[in-house]
């Protein structure tokens, strides 16, 4: 088993592992960052989280049985941060591109550029810091609060403009999401929630790397950028909904590696991934098992990498391409291109929309406190509590 599980077999053996530790051992010892890379309190399953390999209804499922609901909260919780980032961006797409595009222009300032390798490289001489980011060149992981803590120094210490940064960590992160990374950076930068910002403190840094990292020199005062103006909030999106009676493919994105452990009874004549979607190594090692699987699920043929959806979809007799709902994002961006050509030669592109995303997206618009107060009803409605 690898460290960050990217197929699904590895992953129910990660979270297996790590049930019995979700309940008040992780409450207590969540935030502590070993600097030898020993991930062993948290459970390292972002990467797959991310990819839906297993979805976040079977791992709160699985720590529920391990502990009663008040020991394993702050566990859950952090699972349904990485949902109220997806939510809270879904109603504002326009931010994603608009992030994209300002990242872009600040790479071309050439000083800018010359700081921001240097940071990327780990040359800045704050020692903690450096370690992070070899860190992350080298293994494509950080620990959340080492996250946190490297998003602090490169804005308010470097100087450095968090877009850039988000961009840094999205290109290098195994489990990066543009909702949580975008979302997160903006958290820290003191623009999610106006003027609260979160400054990283060199004591703090020594405490909680058990005095391992050291990180002189931090800024004390959090100089919170200039925000560009927020796109307007537009209502969430509603997929096209599959027909169960149309002969259909069924195609695996980053998005979800795991439909065939949610789709109801449909007449699934292939299975097949496209290269247009897959942006990443991790990425392709995910659908590829999920690809093996949903063929083996459903006793149909596997297309690997396949060039023209409407070709395939013709050669097999169907009119209806099947994927999982795609939040903003590239897949998104890749989708909705994609569906208009599809729709032009008479097949339908529909998404499933997970009811984790359905139920819970609606109290992603304010403040996380709205959507955790939440929490409860929202695991009863799913028959997790």
Not at 158 to 174: C, E, H, K, N, V
Not at 209 to 235: E, F, K, V
Not at 247 to 272: F, K, Q
Not at 340 to 351: K, N, R, S, T
């Amino acid at each position: 088993m690898t460290a960050f599980p990217l197929t699904r077999s590895d992953a129910l053996a990660r979270l297996a592992q790590f049930a019995p530790h979700a309940g008040s051992a992780y409450g207590a010892r969540r935030n502590f960052v070993s600097a030898d890379g020993d991930h062993d309190d948290v459970s390292r399953l972002s990467a797959a989280l991310r990819r839906r390999v297993i979805a976040e209804d079977e791992v709160v499922r699985t720590v529920l049985a391990a502990h009663p609901f008040e020991r394993a909260e702050k566990f859950i919780a952090e699972v349904f941060w990485r949902t109220y980032w997806k939510g809270w961006l879904e109603a504002r797409p326009g931010l994603w591109t608009q992030t994209l595009g300002e990242a872009a222009l600040q790479q071309a300032n050439p000083a800018i550029a010359r700081a921001a390798s240097a940071a990327i490289e780990g040359r800045t001489g704050i020692a903690a810091f450096d370690h992070w980011a070899r860190e992350l060149a080298e293994t494509g992981y950080l620990h959340n609060w080492a996250r946190m803590q490297v998003a602090s120094i490169w804005t308010f210490t470097l100087g450095l403009p968090w877009q850039l940064g988000a961009s840094w960590t999205y290109d290098r992160l195994i489990d990066a999401d543009p909702a949580s990374n975008t979302l997160s950076w903006r958290w820290v930068a003191g623009l999610h929630t106006a003027g609260k910002a979160y400054l990283a403190d060199a004591d703090r840094i020594a405490a909680m790397t058990g005095n391992q990292l050291h990180a002189s020199g931090l800024s004390s005062l959090p100089r919170i950028p200039q925000d560009t103006p927020l796109p307007p909030r537009t209502p969430l999106r509603n997929p096209m909904t599959p027909d169960p009676a149309r002969p259909t493919i069924v195609l695996i994105t980053p998005e979800d590696c795991s439909l065939e452990t949610e789709l109801p009874a449909i007449n699934i004549r292939a299975v097949a991934t496209t290269q247009n979607v897959a942006f990443c190594g991790a990425d392709r090692v995910a659908q590829s098992d999920a690809l093996t699987r949903a063929a083996a699920h459903w006793q149909c043929p596997a297309i690997e990498n396949a060039d023209d959806l409407g070709t395939l979809a013709r050669a097999h007799g169907c009119t209806q391409i099947i994927t999982g709902f795609a939040p903003v994002g590239p897949v998104a961006a890749a989708l909705s291109q994609l569906a208009p050509a599809l729709g032009a030669q008479g097949i339908a592109l529909a998404e499933h929309q997970r009811e984790w995303d359905r139920l819970a997206w609606p109290y992603c618009t304010k403040g996380f406190f709205q959507l955790k107060t939440r929490i409860p009803d929202l695991l009863r409605q799913q028959g997790l509590a």
